[in-house]
């Protein structure tokens, strides 16, 4: 059984940084797509960043948010099973609830390329960030 667990949320002041970990236990499988995705009350969740795990210890950055670019960076450490997503000069309007997913079946490349909710497949539980003036 497929599990994602995320973590490293919290509250922080506005040109804050935090990192968020997404560990992945029950799936070694390699070309397929991890993301990360937000969602703020009364919004509908969106899309931050996607990486396409490739064979080996490979991932490629396949997606980014205009909304987070140049802010927020994506890693993987293959040993570990663990996504990170690296948040810099926060803003209040990054607040949301965290989630990361994965998506294992169909054009994952492609997904990864232009993710959309639905397509993801395995989905964590959340973590919150706020952040504030």
């Known amino acids: 059984q497929v599990q994602l667990v995320e973590s490293g949320g919290g509250s922080v002041q506005a040109g804050g940084s935090l990192r968020l970990s997404c560990t992945v236990s029950g799936y070694t499988s390699t070309r397929y797509c991890m993301g990360w995705f937000r969602q703020a009350p009364g919004k509908e969740r969106e899309g931050v960043g996607t990486?396409?795990?490739?064979?080996?210890?490979?991932?490629?950055?396949?997606y980014d948010a205009d909304s987070v670019k140049g802010r927020f960076t994506i890693s993987r450490d293959t040993a570990k099973s663990t996504m990170y997503l690296e948040m810099n000069s926060l803003k209040p309007e990054d607040s949301a609830m965290y989630y990361c997913a994965a998506d294992r079946d169909g054009d994952t490349w492609n997904s990864c390329r232009s993710p959309r909710v639905k397509d993801f497949d395995n989905w964590g539980q959340g973590t919150q960030v706020t952040v504030s003036n």
């Open positions: 990486i396409y795990i490739g064979d080996g210890n490979t991932y490629f950055s396949t």
